[in-house]
């Protein structure tokens, strides 16, 4: 029998904060990984929010990692019955996991907290008050380099197409260069984009 087939489907208790992957029985934060459950008619459901009702599977978030758990049937053996996995699961969870910044990005802006545009920006870097800096994935990386030089400890995203970016931030056109202040809505938006950013690459 295989690590992963003896596994528990969800170790919180025995692991505290940290869940053990299916595919590789590597412990981690939960903030690194994707949750699933078994939905209806014994379907595979990713639940990138955590919240689903039902016991747990999680992967480490990486496109490598979500392919060999759809290969190797990593999913049937954690649940230990017959489970419908669907087989660009891979891709859907990329743009799942997309939306979800996309999203936190939305609720930021509407929380005050986020700014779009190098001037805005740039003056929020001056306050001191950024918690992450988000520059567009089809940006030119120096107007990236500029903001860095401003805040070299900050971290830097770069997940996001400058389209979508603007959508989020309610502006028309493209947007380059945005920021987040300080607080949970940045961290929570730097755990999403870290795994967008894995799911992204393989293993």
Known sequence: MGMAEQLPAE????DGPLR?????????D???????VVGPEDRLVP???GKLPGRGMWVSASRGALERAVAKGAFARAARRNVAVDRDL??????????????????????????AGYDKVEALLRKGRVGVLIGAQD???????KLRRLAPDAPLVTVLPAALMAEALGRE?????????GGRLAERFLAASERLAGLRRAA
């Open 11 to 14: 170790t919180g208790d025995e």
């Open 20 to 28: 053990r992957c299916v595919v590789t029985g590597e412990r981690m």
């Open 30 to 36: 939960p903030e690194r990984m994707i949750r699933f």
């Open 47 to 49: 639940d990138v929010a």
């Open 90 to 115: 891979p891709a859907q969870v990329e743009r799942l996991v997309e939306r979800q910044c996309l999203d936190l990005l939305g609720l930021a802006r509407r929380a005050g907290v986020a700014v």
């Open 139 to 145: 940006g030119a990386e120096d107007g990236q380099a």
């Open 173 to 181: 056109g493209v947007i380059v260069h945005a920021a987040i202040g």
